[in-house]
């Protein structure tokens, strides 16, 4: 299915943060396929926003001025996520006052491309042009010799440039040469008769590369009406500018009227041009297995029905047919497994209820009114509309100017101060619950934190099968570490033959003591099994709990029931429309993860009794915190700043950490620290037919196989990565230059994989850098770049002594910044 118009928008909008929260604001975007905003005042930090249905591409200005209170200037480019594969952004030619991107003509049915410019010129006497001494239509016009070539031009956004009604083009009657033809153009008007020199040289530049500008010649704008309203007066300085060729594609163009959110109007354009519709995806979903509706007041019952004698027999006749059985155990394992999670299933089937797939309706991305928001707030922004149509209609007119400017001042100081009450009320009431009901203070708080949108509908079923298929292909070298791979093949050779602490039979004391550590209201997966009917079933029958693990681990066979993942993609940050942006969180049996919970904690106990584990890892083990290591961080700033010192650190951001560890060479350090046969032989089992599904709100996609990474939200996956950058401290030696708290050398701290580096000196640091490099490479991890930092703790004239250094890991250059956020506290150099 085709569409045959293409719908864009121009837009001076003073402020994208202020408004993205508004609705009204968001359905307008909605109405729109391209979106060119400027002058966003996004800060350089938060320079990539995110809304629904849109996929995004922002320019920032990375410097604020002095006397500034907010960041200035600022493009983004807002794209219908359905047209995403027929848009590139051209980012070595975009700059902070102009943002190029290429619409293909294969997708858009096209005979050459149309390369869009968007455009955001500071006023000519501002004092940021002074500064930049540049001349921005020399750069424009660069551009467009570079792309006119190729194909069609269009520029849109605010110039900054009063035309008047100068022609944009040279009429053949002023030439003595009779073969130039006139271009076919319509007289063009505005009700803007002045200009400046910025709309000089828009004319030269429409002149000289067979461009039109749209306003007050075409469809919905024959008048040429006022762009910007000010208090002063009003102007046309926004404009869209088109190739010639490109003329009988435009069906129309429109100067909206002035509205509360900016001085500026909202242009719009209307092409004709054919392209693909999103017309669905064909990838088939497989219906939700069903879940428990666990419900408290049925707990009783539950426990009488698992308590009954058909249920005993069941299983005693289940564990009686599996007594003894030596040939083909894996085979009898996975029978085993999935016959006791059946009888525990059919028997919560009758009586709980199973929770109903609800059919979600698509719905766009507006979000409810803000309950702050009332009556006389509504009222204001209509009265403020009718003032905005009749001072659109009527720009002359002093006095309705005045009065539409003093009421859109009245309407954001009520809208500020309507916020600020409201949020003082939600202040009050948070303190009052915190010191007298915990219950409702919490209840409280989530309900009014910011919530990140769901998985996107934009993304296809087929998109995020083959996304979390290739996170999870193998990317190793075949040829590298064959020696590791070797002594993992012949484990039986290399590993120590048992260890008791590993292998001793499972007790009842532990499944009794573990079980009370399953945590409530966690999502079941395809045995339908919840950790509160587990622990209702611990209660009731612990007895065949101890068998069914004893089997499993005298088996050395991990269940091909618990070995089915359900990826449930959770947004992080970007655009919404961008697989990349999500983090997959894995839903697994929970029967298992029972299972892998006493292994972690028997894994743990290993390490602990041989001491294993560096003291500078501290993540996700035993009595330890966060702040232990912000701590040890705050004590050595505080210590060289006594002795005049500076401290040299390098923030580590690990790519994908978990989802990327080298599998064989994890075994292999697992042998290397004195695991045993039965254990390692358990981990390669539940490892080697590891299979995942995507889960979304329609059904899961089909299966795939997982090759790389750790199990998400498996127990025992934060112990294997630890152990598995264990030797990652040993690397460091004295030509790092460590830093020394009491007695200790210290060149890293690691919480799982948050790593900060340390060093007394520039030098070395950089010998960190340089060893570390060594080290990914090695176990075939991968860095971070942009998301890595170099920090100089120390005085700022410390700071400005080194802020010439450059750092780098391998080829690439480190930033260095003034602060960053480790751990959830933002550190600052001083």
């Known amino acids: 299915m085709a569409k045959h118009f293409l719908k864009f928008a121009s837009w001076n909008i003073e402020g994208l943060l202020s408004k993205i929260d508004d609705s009204e604001f968001i359905s307008k ?16 930090e938060k320079c990539n926003i995110n809304i629904d249905g849109f996929h995004s ?19 983004t480019i807002l794209v219908k996520s359905t047209l995403k594969k027929g848009i590139k952004f051209l980012d070595k030619e975009s700059s902070e006052e102009f943002v190029w991107y290429k619409l293909d003509k294969t997708f858009f049915n096209l005979k050459h491309d149309i390369f869009i410019c968007t455009v955001y010129i500071p006023p000519q006497n501002s004092s940021r042009e002074s500064r930049l001494n540049t001349d921005h239509f020399e750069n424009l016009q660069n551009n467009i010799y570079k792309f006119a070539s190729k194909g069609n031009i269009i520029l849109c956004g605010d110039f900054n440039a009063r035309i008047g009604v100068v022609e944009d083009f040279v009429d053949n009657k002023f030439l003595e040469d009779d073969k130039y033809i006139t271009p076919s153009l319509d007289q063009r008007y505005s009700k803007d008769h002045h ?30 009406q006022f762009t910007c309203q000010t208090y002063n007066g009003a102007s046309v300085v926004d404009y869209v500018v088109i190739s010639h060729s490109l003329l009988s594609f435009v069906v129309g163009f429109n100067v909206e009227d002035i509205t509360e959110f900016s001085h500026h109007s909202c242009l719009s354009f209307i092409l004709q041009i054919k392209y693909p519709q999103n017309s669905g995806d064909t990838f088939k979903l ?27 027999n069941k299983l005693e006749s289940l564990f009686f047919q599996h007594k003894g059985v030596s040939s083909d155990e894996a085979t009898y394992t996975d029978i085993l497994v999935a016959n006791f999670s059946e009888i525990l299933s059919d028997t919560s089937q009758k009586v709980l209820n199973i929770k109903r797939q609800k059919k979600k309706i698509k719905k766009g991305n507006t979000k409810m009114r803000q309950e702050w928001y009332d009556g006389n707030c509504h009222n204001l922004k209509k009265n403020l509309r009718n003032l905005g149509s009749l001072l659109s209609k009527f720009p002359n007119d002093i006095y309705l100017r005045h009065l539409f400017f003093a009421k859109k001042k009245e309407y954001k100081r009520t809208v500020k101060k309507q916020k600020r009450q409201f949020h003082n009320s939600i202040l009050n009431k948070i303190e009052l619950l915190s010191e007298n009901n915990p219950k409702d203070f919490w209840k409280l708080v989530n309900s009014i934190k910011a919530q990140k949108p769901r998985t996107s509908h934009e993304i296809l079923p087929s998109e995020w099968f083959d996304y979390f298929k290739n996170l999870n292909k193998i990317n190793i070298n075949t040829e590298v570490a064959s020696s590791e791979a070797q002594i993992i093949k012949d484990f039986n050779i290399w590993a120590l033959g048992t260890n008791d602490t590993l292998d001793r039979p499972v007790s009842l004391e532990e499944v009794y003591k573990l079980s009370k550590r399953l945590k409530n209201k966690k999502a079941s997966a395809n045995d339908s099994l919840s950790n509160e009917i587990i622990k209702l079933a611990v209660e009731v029958m612990p007895s065949y709990f101890e068998k069914l693990f004893n089997k499993i681990l005298s088996n050395g066979h991990f269940p091909s029931l618990w070995s089915k993942g359900f990826i449930v993609p959770i947004y992080k940050s970007g655009s919404n429309i961008d697989p990349n942006n999500y983090r997959g969180i894995c839903i697994s049996s929970c029967l298992g993860k029972f299972f892998t919970l006493i292994m972690n904690e028997r894994l743990n106990k290993y390490l602990d009794e041989n001491n294993i584990m560096s003291n500078c890892q501290i993540g996700f083990r035993k009595n330890y915190r966060t702040a232990d290591h912000l701590l040890v961080l705050k004590t050595l700033i505080d210590y060289y700043k006594s002795k005049r010192k500076p401290i040299f650190a390098c923030f580590i951001d690990f790519k994908k950490a978990y989802d990327s560890v080298w599998r064989e ?21 539940m490892y080697s037919s590891y ?7 329609e059904g899961y996609t089909t299966f795939f196989r997982s090759h790389v990474g750790v199990k998400q939200g498996c127990n025992l996956s934060p112990t294997l990565f630890n152990l598995f950058i264990n030797d990652l401290p040993d690397i460091f030696d004295r030509s790092c230059t460590p830093v020394k708290l009491n007695d200790t050398n210290l060149s890293c701290l690691l919480y799982a994989d948050d790593l900060v580096l340390l060093s007394e000196s520039r030098a070395g640091l950089q010998n960190c850098l340089t060893k570390l490099v060594y080290y990914t490479k090695k176990w075939k991890l991968n860095i971070n770049l942009k998301k890595s930092k170099v920090l100089v703790f120390g005085t700022p004239t410390q700071k400005r002594r080194h802020s010439t250094s450059i750092w780098t890991f391998g ?16 550190l600052h150099f001083s």
């Not at 109405?31 to 905003?37: A, G, H, M, N, T």
């Not at 001025?65 to 493009?75: A, D």
């Open 811 to 826: 080829k690439n250059i480190l930033e260095q910044v003034d602060e960053y956020c480790y751990l959830g506290i933002t």
């Open 691 to 697: 299979d995942c599904s995507v889960k979304l709100e």
């Open 195 to 224: 200009v400046n020199a910025y709309g000089k040289s828009l004319i030269d530049l429409c002149i000289g590369n067979g461009m039109a500008v749209l306003n007050g010649r075409t469809n919905g704008d024959l008048l040429g």
């Open 665 to 685: 060479s994890l075994f292999f350090k697992l042998i290397l620290n004195g695991c045993s046969k039965r254990f390692i032989r358990l981990m390669l089992s």
């Open 29 to 44: 975007l909605h109405k729109f396929d391209l979106v060119s905003l400027v002058e966003t005042w996004l800060p350089h």
């Open 286 to 312: 497989t219906p939700h297995i069903k879940s428990f509706i666990w419900n408290e007041s049925q707990k009783d019952a539950l426990r009488e029905c698992m308590s009954s004698n058909e249920v005993e």
């Open 57 to 75: 591409f922002s320019k920032c200005r990375k410097t604020v001025s002095q006397n500034s209170r907010r960041s200035s200037g600022g493009i």
